[in-house]
């Protein structure tokens, strides 16, 4: 067995799609491709219900459900469970869909017309917090990033607190998530493990009481860190 089949089989998947044969066959092919499908669900509110119980690593979710949006299921469950990434799998490209998604959480974006061998790598890729999106979307997204970084922050009362002091090093890899790197590009470019970098990006989140990669890229991005 590979050390590949055997990360696969650490991740826990849960499948969320409202076609049974679409769902089933997802969830097959995961399956066969060495990754743990801890549950399945056809609508909103079940997979809200699901997920709380089985408590998967990557939710591959699609938009169009009933009985609650999917949006709104990756809007709550991250809400609730910081750690779990979500991988949405949908049959619509629209611009507006996709920003929504990972405005709600969402941390990639594959469409449905995608291949096995691309959803399991997305899967995987995913599980570590790498930015996963149908080519051509990644684009989109960080242009998304960009506008709302050039929006005016409400102010807040009182006194504006102190910044949080970053390391350098959690700066630097600050920089580069704000450049659209993936943290395997991360890596690669300070010659530092996968898991290192994401140990930097989770401090990071924690000093600046950030949740997701979206709300640290616009904080990045403010800073204007991207260009640097």
């Given at each position: 067995?590979?050390?590949?089949?055997?990360?696969?089989?650490?991740?826990?998947?849960?499948?969320?799609?409202?076609?049974?044969?679409?769902?089933?066959?997802?969830?097959?092919?995961?399956?066969?491709?060495?990754?743990?499908?801890?549950?399945?669900?056809?609508?909103?509110?079940?997979a809200v219900r699901r997920a709380h119980a089985a408590g998967p690593d990557?939710?591959?979710?699609?938009?169009?459900?009933?009985?609650?949006?999917?949006?709104?299921?990756?809007?709550?469950?991250?809400?609730?469970?910081?750690?779990?990434?979500?991988?949405?799998?949908?049959?619509?490209?629209?611009?507006?869909?996709?920003?929504?998604?990972?405005?709600?959480?969402?941390?990639?974006?594959?469409?449905?017309?995608?291949?096995?061998?691309?959803?399991?790598?997305?899967?995987?890729?995913?599980?570590?917090?790498?930015?996963?999106?149908?080519?051509?979307?990644?684009?989109?997204?960080?242009?998304?990033?960009?506008?709302?970084?050039?929006?005016?922050?409400?102010?807040?009362?009182?006194?504006?607190?102190?910044?949080?002091?970053?390391?350098?090093?959690?700066?630097?890899?600050?920089?580069?998530?704000?450049?659209?790197?993936?943290?395997?590009?991360?890596?690669?470019?300070?010659?530092?493990?996968?898991?290192?970098?994401?140990?930097?990006?989770?401090?990071?989140?924690?000093?600046?009481?950030?949740?997701?990669?979206?709300?640290?890229?616009?904080?990045?991005?403010?800073?204007?860190?991207?260009?640097?």
């Open positions: 067995m590979t050390d590949q089949q055997t990360d696969q089989q650490t991740i826990k998947v849960m499948v969320v799609d409202d076609h049974p044969m679409w769902r089933d066959a997802v969830a097959r092919d995961l399956t066969a491709a060495g990754f743990d499908v801890v549950a399945t669900a056809g609508d909103g509110p079940q990557v939710l591959v979710l699609d938009l169009n459900l009933p009985g609650m949006p999917g949006v709104q299921v990756c809007k709550e469950l991250v809400g609730a469970r910081p750690g779990l990434r979500v991988l949405v799998l949908s049959a619509s490209g629209e611009h507006a869909d996709v920003l929504e998604a990972v405005k709600s959480g969402a941390t990639g974006y594959l469409l449905k017309s995608a291949s096995t061998e691309e959803l399991t790598d997305a899967v995987r890729r995913t599980a570590v917090g790498d930015p996963v999106f149908t080519p051509g979307l990644a684009g989109l997204v960080l242009g998304e990033y960009r506008r709302l970084a050039s929006e005016p922050v409400p102010a807040s009362g009182g006194d504006e607190p102190k910044a949080p002091q970053l390391t350098d090093r959690e700066t630097e890899v600050l920089r580069l998530v704000a450049k659209g790197l993936s943290y395997k590009q991360i890596a690669e470019r300070l010659v530092i493990s996968h898991r290192t970098v994401q140990n930097h990006v989770q401090n990071t989140l924690g000093k600046l009481q950030l949740h997701n990669r979206v709300e640290l890229v616009r904080y990045a991005i403010e800073r204007g860190l991207d260009d640097a």
